[in-house]
């Protein structure tokens, strides 16, 4: 069950992570002609757990 009494340090940091976990934009990929095609601090939120 999730934690429902989240300090707000704690949410904007988990805000953060999830800010943070998206591809790279397909126009970066057109730019740099596919040089760039992932993203190398991609986190899956079964295998990569958020460092304190």
Same mark, same amino acid.
Request: charged share 35%; no cysteine.
């Given at each position: &069950? =999730?934690?429902? %009494? #989240?300090?707000? =340090?704690r949410k904007?940091?988990?805000?953060?992570? +999830? =800010? !943070?976990?998206? %591809?790279? @934009?397909? /126009? +970066? &990929? !057109? *730019?740099?002609? *596919? *040089?760039?095609?992932?993203? @190398? #601090? %991609?986190?899956? /939120? #079964?295998?990569?757990?958020?460092?304190?």
């Open positions: &069950m =999730a934690n429902r %009494r #989240k300090s707000l =340090a904007t940091r988990l805000i953060r992570a +999830v =800010a !943070q976990n998206r %591809r790279v @934009p397909a /126009w +970066v &990929m !057109q *730019r740099t002609n *596919r *040089r760039v095609v992932r993203h @190398p #601090k %991609r986190r899956t /939120w #079964k295998r990569g757990h958020l460092h304190r």
